[in-house]
């Protein structure tokens, strides 16, 4: 399936495990460093001052170096725990890899969010990337929150509505 971002809730409530995306449009870039401080943010109402607004936004657990792109462990601490925050706040795709907890499958489908995977290959990724810029906290170097457009960006849904790919 084709999808331009951002996207809409009721796109994301026809989405089903197992299905294949393309995805085309902006999606963001975050992990270890910035994720937990994108969530104190928002829980201190600060972010509404970045201007960037989440709502029907992806972002991708990576960080973008020069030699390209490609998913990091999604159950990191750090990165799931923010997943509910993020979802909260509007963010409806989460893209990286491995499996998550029950607690965060019920955060997804609580706020109408999946999880998606995308093929471990760097070269693929990268290639899908039109723009990039650094929108954040460019002190983190290559793990700063980045904005990237991309084109037929692949993805599978691993986790939609408290479903799983690993639990099958």
């Known amino acids: 399936m084709q999808i331009s971002m951002p996207v809409c809730d009721s796109l994301v409530k026809e989405l089903k495990v197992n299905d294949t995306v393309e995805i085309t449009g902006v999606i963001y870039c975050g992990r270890d460093a910035v994720l937990p401080k994108i969530v104190k943010m928002l829980q201190e109402g600060e972010w509404n001052d970045m201007e960037i607004d989440m709502n029907g936004t992806a972002i991708f ?82 793990e700063a929150f980045n904005r990237i457009e991309v084109v037929n960006f692949p993805a599978i849904v691993a986790i939609a509505h408290g479903e799983s790919i690993y639990d099958r």
């Open 61 to 142: 657990h990576t960080a973008v170096s020069p030699a390209g792109i490609g998913p990091t462990s999604s159950n990191k601490v750090d990165i799931e725990s923010s997943i509910p925050e993020l979802s909260k706040a509007g963010v409806k795709f989460h893209i990286g890899k491995g499996s998550l907890s029950r607690e965060t499958m019920e955060a997804l489908r609580e706020y109408n969010s999946i999880f998606l995977v995308t093929p471990p290959n760097t070269a693929l990724l990268t290639s899908k990337i039109k723009n990039k810029e650094i929108v954040a906290f460019e002190n983190e170097g290559m």
